[in-house]
């Protein structure tokens, strides 16, 4: 098939990795010739879009049933008019509308399981899905049972940034960078608690990103005596740019389905200091390197060595990070093979 008519939906269109996959897939399959609409409630990252790529609002991000329904109704009567092939659901629930939409239009459907989901209810629909497409062999086998039986891996692709880690700095000061949403499942909490026992060694924590405990993480720094030296930057377009100037990375999280900052650090080339669960095992030779996730205590061991020079994990130079092309073209491919 050649040309295909495919519809992405997902909650909000804002920051984060989810919008970002959306982002990059659907521009990715209109340079290919395929026609896209993106449904959201709508974002910041909608003006990064393809001009080609239509976008419907509706509110797929409220958790009610009637909101949902009324969705899954507009969606459906939108497909049968446009002539949408296939529809492709993120997050849990626009996979409910989905699930409806596709029994109302008669349209297939799948799903890319982004992260390890909870086993509850929230998750019934996910069997029957026309297919799933997990991002880590860590979530395929975590939601083994609750998917489909047409369920592959297709790890997420990085845009290609010509960003290489430079492993300088001007003042020779360490300079540690999070770049993430701010959330407490991110871990950022854990790196903060462990900084304020090293507030003598010499090193500035930019932190990347937006999210709801941002406040609360910056009251925190200021109560354990670290806002002198850990800068919240909000939402930075280029984040590559930041991680090549930087000394190393911390991915702190609790867990995580894959994680789009560990990979685009793996990709520059940057020194890499991760928790030890299963997703990010999974692109790491050894564990040796890896911390304890919410350990305090290894953190800062972990830290310490980091910022003293006295430890540098090995750079994981065997991991293959696959384009936005590669990426795009195996989900087009398992779009196809979903319609013959």
Known sequence: MDHLKITQILPEFHEGGIERY?????????????EVTVITAGGKLEEKLDPKVAILRLPVHRKNLFTALYCAFSIARRAKKEGWEIFHAHSRVPVWITFWASILSGKPWVFTA???????????????????????EAVLSHLKGYLPERAIVIRNGI?????????????????????????????????????????EDDWILDVL???????????????????????????????????SNSSFLVFPSLDEGLGLSL????????????????AVRELMESEKDLVQPGDLSAWKEALGSMIRGEW?????????????????????????????
């Open 159 to 199: 845009p290609f940034s010509g960003k290489t880690w430079r492993n300088e700095t001007e003042t020779g000061t360490t300079r540690i960078i999070f770049v993430g949403r701010l959330t407490r499942r991110k871990g950022l909490h854990i790196v903060l608690q462990a900084l304020s026992f090293l507030k």
């Open 312 to 340: 540098v994990p090995v750079t994981e130079e065997h991991v293959i990070i696959p384009s936005v092309e590669e990426m795009s073209l195996s989900v087009s491919g398992f779009y196809e093979a979903i319609l013959e």
């Open 263 to 278: 990979m685009q650090g793996l990709k520059i080339g940057i020194p890499v200091l991760a928790s030890n669960i299963p």
């Open 209 to 243: 990103g937006d999210g709801p405990q941002k406040i609360e993480l910056e009251k925190f720094c200021s109560t354990i005596g670290i806002s002198d030296k850990t800068r919240f930057h909000g939402f930075i377009d280029d984040p590559e740019e930041w991680i």
């Open 114 to 136: 982004h992260d390890r989901y909870r086993k509850n209810w929230a998750i019934r629909p996910f069997r029957s899905a026309s297919g799933t497409i997990c991002v880590s």
């Open 22 to 34: 959306v982002l990059w897939l659907s521009n990715s399959f209109v340079k290919h010739g395929h």
